[in-house]
């Protein structure tokens, strides 16, 4: 058990899923992290006593709703270390926020000819955005190469930008590999040419790895159900100077100033993105979830998550038929291994009868697969009530896996 946080036994007795399933290792934290109580409540809580649909309404269930979706907006920008809530928008979560940046800002700006960077160690959701949209405009995808630890090469990075280029989209810790990326010096060398940089924040966003509110980055972008809060909500965070450059994406009712027969008018960012009914009861529990964030000591949270990647980088090190996949420098919460003539799945099908929950696959990262000559991985990704035990458990259900299959 780590000794970093306040009792993990605390941590873990605050998310209902581990008392109807006391022996689940939960280890596929990347693809989803478990809701606390608190979450799970104020979303209850707000669907039985205080449903009604906001900025609509005269009636006082009506405004007292539209000042809670409101007052969250205000959380979320604090949260991300600003005092402007207008420069955060509702989405669905970090595809739909990376594909508006895609669609109703870049698309304006760019010119056959352009290119837009991203790297080899995207989730598809910030690839195929930057791949349809160069290749429908005529412009360059350029991806930045991984050296053999899985570290972004960023001397390659440093030479393909050039005066052409309208956009660095890059993750801060990619899901697969785990590698933490250096997105200060990278948006201090876009920004050195003016080019503006878009964080994919899903993976960090929980780690509390970022320190938000001293880097200039232009877009954020991430998920609520990867930080302890419901599907279906998620933030795009645009900087003030360009605000007024995110036209519409959807059209329809609640975006509007205006509309005749002839025209509408558009309400400014980022209620020019919000058409339609929003994920109300999602944004409660967002606001809920970063309650319960800001309940723990953030330092403990990063030492705790950094500690349980390290032990597990070390345990499964420790097997020789297991072969971790890169040593980035630095690596935060997601380990990926493949196990020796072992397909990754039969190998997530045999720990899960020990009920050990892992991710095999290609992780929506078949590009980055593709470069390190790997058809699938299996995936153990760590949040804040996880153990070193889970990792304990991992190990010896693999070893037994090991025996079993020779
Ligand atoms: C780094 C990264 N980016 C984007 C996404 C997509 O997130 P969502 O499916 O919540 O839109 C994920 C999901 O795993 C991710 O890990």
Redesign the pocket.
Known sequence: MSQNIKPVTTIKSAFPIFEANPRLSYLDN??TTQRPRAVIEAVTRFDSFENANIHRGLYDLSSTATKRYEQIRTKVAHFLGTENSNTVAFT?????SINIVAQSYLSKKIMPGDNVITTIM??H??FIPWQVLTQTHHAELRIVPIDPHGNLDMNKLRALIDSKTKLVAI?H???TLGTVNPIEDIIAMAHKKNIPVLI?A??SISHCALSLDQMEYDFLAF?G??MFAPFGV?ILQVAEKHLGEVLPYNVGGGMIREVTNERTTFRDFPFNLEAGTANISGVIGLGAAIDYIGSLDKTDVSNHIRDLTDYCVATLNTVPEINVVGSPSGRSGIVSFTVTDIHPHDVASFLNQDQIAVRAGTH?TQPLLASLGLGATIRASFSIYNTRDDIDQLKASLIALIKFWS
């Open positions: 990347a693809a669905k979560g970090t595809t739909e995207e989730h959701a910030n993750n810790i990619s899901n994919d899903a993976q998920s159900h990867k998620g929506c």
